[in-house]
C-alpha cells in the first residue's frame, strides 16, 4: 500500500516549451502533496506544499509563476514547468502525505521525473 | 532551525563490511528521526524510523537508534552487499510547518564485490 506514482519517468524538452509533471498517490487519498527539486549528487530541495484544494505554498526563493502547482483532487497534484530552461533541468520528486495531519504522518515518495531542458 | 548533518561520501566498502553513516540533527522540540534510501534513478524510500528518544529503527538489516542525548541518528548494517549501494539520506521532522521533511546532504555508498 502507499503508492505514489509520477508521470513521464523522464522528458526532453527545448527551452522555452512548459512540461507537467503528474504525481498520483495510487491507493489513498493524499490531502497534501509536497514537491522536491534534487540536483546531481545533491540532496532534496523542498519546492512547495500541496494541499488539496487550495494554493500551494512555495519555499523561499522558489518562483511562483515558473513552477505551477495544482492538486484538483485528493490523488493528483500536477508541477508545470513553464518556459523552461537548461537551468531548469533536475529531477523531480513528489511525495504525498497520508489522510489528517498527525506528528507521525509519513511521507510516500514517487519515483522522481527527470527533465531535460535542451 | 531544523537541521540536518549526515557525513560525506562517498563512502566504499568492500562486501560483507560494517557500515557506519553518521546522521547528527538540531530541532525544536521533539522529531521523528528517519533513514531515506535512493537507488540510482529511483525515487527515494522509507528505510527505518524512530520516532522517540531511545528508540531503535531496524529493516534490511539496517539499524539506528534515536539518541537524544548526543542528538544522533547513526545508521549501521553489520554486513553490507552490493545491492546495498546507493544514496542515503537522514531526515527528520517535528510535526510543525505542514509535517515537512529537513533531509541531510545525503551520503553514497558504494559496495565493491
Known amino acids: 500500500g502507499a503508492v505514489v506514482s509520477q508521470h513521464p519517468s523522464r522528458v526532453i524538452c527545448k527551452s522555452g516549451t512548459s512540461v507537467k509533471i503528474e504525481c498520483r498517490s495510487l491507493d489513498f487519498q493524499a490531502t497534501t502533496m509536497f514537491w522536491y527539486r534534487q540536483f546531481p549528487k545533491k540532496s532534496l530541495m523542498l519546492m512547495a506544499t500541496?494541499?488539496?484544494?487550495?494554493?500551494?505554498?512555495?519555499e523561499q526563493g522558489v518562483e511562483k509563476d515558473k513552477f505551477l502547482i495544482n492538486h484538483a483532487s485528493l490523488t493528483l497534484s500536477t508541477l508545470t514547468v513553464t518556459s523552461a530552461h537548461p537551468e531548469d533541468s533536475s529531477f523531480y520528486i513528489c511525495s504525498a502525505r497520508l489522510g489528517i495531519a498527525g506528528f507521525y504522518n509519513e511521507q510516500f515518495f514517487g519515483p522522481g521525473t527527470r527533465l531535460t531542458v535542451l | 532551525g531544523n537541521s540536518v548533518t549526515q557525513m560525506e561520501g562517498p563512502v566504499t566498502l568492500s562486501e560483507e563490511a560494517f557500515l557506519t553513516i553518521n546522521c547528527t540533527y538540531t530541532?525544536?522540540?521533539?522529531?521523528?528521526l528517519f533513514w531515506y534510501v535512493q537507488y540510482p534513478g529511483e525515487g527515494l524510500q522509507l528505510l527505518l524510523k524512530a520516532t522517540k528518544a531511545d528508540d531503535k529503527g531496524s529493516n534490511k538489516g539496517f539499524e539506528a537508534t534515536y539518541r537524544k542525548e548526543t542528538t544522533s541518528f547513526h545508521l549501521e548494517k553489520g554486513s553490507v552487499q552490493v545491492s546495498d549501494s546507493a544514496v542515503y539520506f537522514c531526515?527528520?521532522?517535528?510535526?510543525?510547518?505542514?509535517?515537512?521533511?529537513?533531509f541531510g546532504g545525503g551520503t553514497r555508498l558504494m559496495v565493491k564485490p
Open positions: 530541532a525544536t522540540g521533539y522529531p521523528s
Open positions: 531526515a527528520l521532522n517535528t510535526g510543525n510547518a505542514g509535517n515537512m521533511l529537513t
Open positions: 500541496s494541499n488539496e484544494g487550495s494554493k500551494a505554498t512555495y
